[in-house]
């Protein structure tokens, strides 16, 4: 991330980051800098924290006796917290699943412009993704980058397991498979080739009856 926005982004991050791990509050690091930690590419700009729900006003008074500004906005799934211009996102029910022991489990530590930090898999970020798509949101030019820079480290069975009921994750999923990023079925699987009937064919514009 060479940009200067994105510089001054990394600062904010290394410094809440610092506040978190001082005060011995359990978070990972996700969204796009968690892409951009294991070596990714994401066209967002944000610096988004996982926490649980009951480390929420803890959190919070750390930030802000650090110089932080807390925002408690109306959605009731984060906080929010500013260092001057710059926000960053303190989440605790993502896709409207809660952050959980579990979820740190499914972390990796990795160094973020020399500081170490838990950062979400590229697995469960792919799973995060695909499962914010929805009728009012469906944008699917911000998953191919991290779908494309990370898919070498994502578990896709488990993705296709964990989205099975998103039908806009199974949407981007064969998009991926017709753009030959990954394969639509498990590892392995030849896709099925539906034969051209004769009736079918006369149904076709190009078709002969």
Avoid: N
Avoid at 10 to 38: C, D, M, N, W
Avoid at 99 to 107: G, K, N, P, Y
């Amino acid at each position: 991330m060479d940009d200067r926005g994105d510089e001054t982004l990394l600062a904010t991050l290394k410094r809440v980051a610092a506040v978190l791990k001082q005060s011995e509050i359990p978070f990972a690091l996700g969204g796009s800098f968690a892409v951009y930690a294991h070596g990714g590419h994401s066209s967002d700009h944000d610096v988004d924290f996982l926490i649980r729900e009951q480390d929420t006003e803890r959190a919070l008074e750390a930030l802000v006796e650090a110089g932080f500004t807390a925002e408690r906005p109306p959605e009731d799934w984060l906080v929010k917290v500013w260092d001057h211009d710059r926000l960053v996102d303190l989440i605790h029910r993502p896709i409207e699943t809660p952050v959980t022991d579990e979820t740190f489990r499914d972390t990796v530590v990795r160094p973020v412009d020399a500081i170490h930090m838990p950062v979400l898999s590229a697995t469960h970020l792919m799973v995060h993704k695909l499962l914010s798509f929805s009728q009012h949101y469906c944008d699917f030019a911000r998953g191919l980058p991290l779908a494309r820079s990370l898919r070498e480290q994502i578990d896709w069975d488990r993705v296709r397991k964990e989205t099975a009921h998103s039908p806009y994750a199974e949407a981007f999923l064969v998009l991926l498979d017709r753009l030959d990023v990954v394969p639509y079925g498990p590892a392995g699987e030849e896709k099925e080739v539906m034969p051209v009937t004769t009736a079918s064919a006369a149904r076709s514009p190009h078709g002969q009856a």
